[in-house]
């Protein structure tokens, strides 16, 4: 099995809010999964709340940071959005019709 790999395409900003400086307001992401020869994925947007404790600036991101917001922000839906990609692998990657050159043409 592989392991789904996370990624933030961008994020959306308030250039103010509560007092701070372009603070986060949402993030589009990705999730990919692949083996060998083939690559799923798919990709969304989740909107945060403001924060309430703590803030980070937006210069001391990580895109690890955005991630772990985005993966709670969606709670379970992330651990199903993996598996749903697990399944999809598993099935381009065992496709149950194949379609072999022609004999004739050979």
């Known amino acids: 099995?592989?392991?789904?790999?996370?990624?933030?395409?961008?994020?959306?900003?308030?250039p103010q809010s509560a007092g701070h400086t372009n603070v986060v307001q949402s993030a589009k992401w990705q999730v990919s999964l692949r083996d060998t020869a083939n690559i799923v994925m798919r990709t969304g947007e989740t909107s945060f709340a403001p924060p309430v404790n703590g803030?980070?600036?937006y210069e001391?991101?990580?895109?690890?940071?955005?991630?772990?917001?985005?993966?709670?922000?969606?709670?379970?839906?992330?651990?199903?959005?993996?598996?749903?990609?697990?399944?999809?692998?598993?099935m381009v990657s065992q496709p149950s019709v194949i379609y072999p050159p022609l004999p004739w043409k050979l």
């Open 60 to 90: 001391g991101l990580t895109e690890a940071q955005v991630i772990t917001w985005v993966k709670e922000a969606l709670g379970s839906e992330a651990t199903t959005l993996e598996a749903e990609l697990q399944a999809e692998l598993a």
């Open 1 to 14: 099995m592989t392991t789904p790999v996370w990624s933030i395409l961008e994020v959306g900003v308030l």
């Open 55 to 57: 803030f980070t600036p």
